[in-house]
């Protein structure tokens, strides 16, 4: 056991007296330096900054997914040109985004996102965030409008739907050829240049054509896809109906095999006023009879190019006709056809078709007393057939078929099969 080394007394005194303590290190020359001292700052500050970016990182990620204002889905057109502070404006102005459209400018410029704006006519989401609605508009998501070209109508009445319809932007120039525009739906965003319409339109029966025209049957008399679209031109205004597009397709090519004229009405019509489409009037006698290149009742064949723009189904009934002996065909006054392959049969459906619409103006119209016996007949509804007189005469051996009434609401005036024009005015 090691002794501990004798304490020396103190006196009174000097026990009171404080002990006196060391000396407290000297500070190194480095630590007094001017750039530990900046660094130590810099460092300071660096967190400093770094917590600060991090409370706005989080403050601003709240922020850019947070619920927009708006209580409704709404659509918002930016204009071209507009800058960013124009887009911040109007979003403000529609209620897409908060009063404070410096949110939306700092979330842009957050995002990176300022020279990827696009312009166009966009449709925000109910509570659409700011995130979405950047996002919106970086993907250029604008609104698509449906537009729909019924099938049959000229290129002329094409160009002049297309001219009204306020989508669109910038004129036509001229009128597209007969039958290179495909009926269809489409979809465009607002903004879209009319000619860009017609070529797309143009683009798309050039692809619809080449296929039908790949899978026709090799067997029917027609020599080039430009006759398909002729003749299916034909078939498109003969009848609405889709059952029916295939058996009046028969008819017309079973008549080409056997030499005989097609005797369609709407080739006069088209032949009369062109691409207006409708004569607005019935087909007189005379011009049943007048020559004309689009006139069936007087040239052989076909004509020399298409009466309107047929739809892919009246081009692909004409490739794959339907498989009949058909020659004839007449409205039944129900909106279809009745068809034959004997002209007596015909002539049995066309007396029919003459006793309903007989029945008809029977059932809607009520004589005056000792009135005269009618001159005229009223036509069906669904056949938008001419007055005929009430003593007909027999009818061409090969009478063709009767008009229908087109998609677009409007009745093009023909004589019915089997029955003469209304008499000559003139």
């Known amino acids: 056991m090691s002794e501990r080394p004798p304490i020396s007394p103190r006196s009174p005194r000097a026990a009171l007296e404080p002990e006196q303590l060391p000396p407290p290190p000297k500070r190194s020359d480095r630590a007094r330096s001017p750039l530990v001292i900046i660094g130590n700052a810099i460092i300071t500050i660096l967190l400093v900054l770094m917590i600060g970016a991090g409370g706005i990182y989080v403050y601003g990620k709240q922020k850019i997914e947070a619920a927009g204002p708006l209580q409704e889905d709404k659509v918002v057109n930016i204009p071209q040109r507009a800058g960013l502070g124009d887009i911040a404006e109007i979003l403000q102005r529609e209620g897409v985004i908060e009063n404070n459209r410096w949110a939306f400018i700092g979330s842009v410029l ?4 300022r020279s990827e704006l696009k312009p166009g006519e966009y449709s925000f989401h109910k509570k659409a965030s700011l995130r979405d609605v950047i996002g919106t508009i970086v993907e250029g998501k604008v609104v698509q409008h449906t537009v729909t070209i019924p099938e049959g109508l000229t290129s002329e009445q094409i160009v002049a739907r297309l001219s009204e319809n306020n989508i669109f932007s910038g004129s036509l120039r001229e009128i597209p050829r007969e039958g ?6 489409y979809k465009f965003p607002r903004g879209t240049m009319r000619d860009q319409v017609i070529n797309r339109m143009q683009q798309a029966q050039k692809r619809v054509l080449a296929e039908v025209w790949e899978r026709r049957n090799p067997e029917i008399p027609i020599k080039s896809p430009e006759q398909l679209v002729t003749l299916a031109s034909i078939v498109e205004k003969e009848t609405g109906k889709a059952d029916e597009r295939s058996r009046v397709s028969s008819v017309f090519i079973n008549r ?15 032949g009369l006023v062109g691409g207006k489409g409708t004569l607005g009037r019935p087909i007189k006698r005379s011009e049943i009879q007048q020559p004309s290149p689009y006139n069936t009742y007087v040239i052989e064949g076909l004509p020399p190019g298409p009466i309107a723009n047929p739809g892919r189904a009246s081009l692909e009934a004409v490739a794959n006709p339907a498989r009949t002996r058909d020659l004839y065909f007449v409205a039944d006054g129900t909106g279809g ?9 015909h002539l049995k459906n066309v007396a029919k078709l003459r006793a309903q619409e007989r029945q008809m103006q029977n059932d809607t119209v009520e004589p005056a007393e000792d009135a005269p016996p009618t001159a005229t007949i009223t036509p069906d509804a669904n056949a938008s057939s001419a007055a005929a007189p009430a003593a007909a005469p027999k009818p061409a051996k090969n009478a063709g078929a009767p ?3 087109t998609r677009n609401g409007t009745q093009d005036s023909a004589a019915p099969t089997g029955a003469p024009a209304a008499a000559d005015q003139n």
Not at 180 to 185: A, C, G, R, Y
Not at 256 to 270: E, G, H, N, R, W
């Open 337 to 345: 056809h009745a068809f034959s392959d004997g002209y007596d049969q």
């Open 403 to 405: 008009k229908k009434r």
């Open 110 to 113: 957050a995002l990176k996102a």
């Open 256 to 270: 080409l095999q056997k030499k005989m004229k097609l005797q369609s009405d709407p080739t006069i019509i088209y």
């Open 180 to 185: 290179t525009l495909l009926p269809e739906t």
